[in-house]
C-alpha cells in the first residue's frame, strides 16, 4: 500500500459522506433514503480503516479495525430496522414515499 | 505514479460514479444495483488499505445481506419490480450543503499531522485475536443491540398490531 495519498483517501471518504447527505436531503424514497444512510455510514467506515493504518501504536490502530467491524455490524442492523419501518409505512400508507408520512403514528 | 496510486485512483472515481449514480437513477432497481456495485468497489479500497478482514466483512454484509436485504424491501413495497420513480428536483440548498460539507472535510486534510509514517498493516488473526478479547465487551455489545433491533423489527412488521 506504498504511495497511497492521505489527501485522496480522506477526499474519497468526504465526497461519499457528502454524496449521503445529498441523498438524503433531496430523494422522497425511503429505501432511496436508506441507501444514502449506507453510503454515508460507508464513508466513516473508509474514516476508520484509513486511520487504523495511520496509527501512532499498533494497539490504538487495531481498535480503530475493531471500530470499524463493529460499526459494519451496526449498519447491517439499522438497514433491517429501516426496512421493518418501511414494511409498517406501506402498509399503513401504502406508499413508502416520506412527504406523505406526515404523522407519526402509523 | 505507482500502480497502487493508479488503482486507488480508479477505485474512487468508480466508487464516487456508482454512489451518484444510485441516487439518481430512476428505476429502484437500478438503484440496487449501482449500489452493489459501490459496496464491492469499497471492499476492494479495504483490500488495498491492507485490511483484508474489513474486505470480506463488507463483501459479506454489505454486497451480500444489505444488497438483498434492499431488494427484499423494493420486492414488497411494489406492485411492479420495474416501476418508475417520479422525478424529483435536485434543489440548489441541498446541492449546496452536500458541497459545503466536502470542502469542510477537505480542508481539514490540512490539520493532519505531515510526516513520514509508514502504513501500519495487521494480520486478520491479530484482529480476529483482538475482537475476541480486549475488544471483547464491543462485539457482546453489538449481539445484545443486534437482538434488540431483530426484536424491534419484528414488532414493527407483525400483523395486527395495535
Known sequence: MSGLSEVGLLALSGALLAVGLFGILTRRNFILILVAIEIAMNAAILNFVYFAAYAPTTTSGLSGQAIAVVLVGFAATEVAVGLAIVLALNRAKGTINVAEATELRL | ?162
Open chain 2, 1 to 162: 505514479m505507482s500502480l497502487t496510486e493508479a488503482a486507488f485512483l480508479l477505485l474512487a472515481f468508480v466508487a464516487i460514479l456508482t454512489a451518484v449514480a444510485s441516487l439518481l437513477a430512476r428505476e429502484l432497481v437500478h438503484t440496487i444495483l449501482w449500489i452493489a456495485v459501490f459496496f464491492v468497489d469499497l471492499a476492494m479500497v479495504y483490500f488495498l488499505l491492507d485490511a483484508p478482514f474489513l474486505g470480506v466483512l463488507q463483501l459479506g454484509v454489505y454486497a451480500g445481506a444489505v444488497t438483498v436485504l434492499l431488494l427484499f424491501g423494493i420486492m414488497v413495497t411494489r406492485k411492479r419490480i420495474f416501476s418508475r420513480e417520479a422525478a424529483t428536483g435536485l434543489g440548489p440548498v441541498p446541492v449546496a450543503l452536500a458541497l459545503l460539507t466536502f470542502v469542510f472535510v477537505v480542508t481539514a486534510v490540512g490539520e493532519l499531522p505531515t510526516g513520514e509514517v509508514s502504513p501500519r498493516t495487521y494480520p486478520p488473526a491479530a484482529l480476529s485475536a483482538a475482537l475476541f478479547s480486549g475488544y471483547g465487551a464491543w462485539v457482546l455489545l453489538l449481539g445484545i443491540i443486534m437482538l434488540t433491533s431483530v426484536s424491534g423489527a419484528i414488532y414493527l412488521v407483525r400483523e395486527g398490531r395495535g
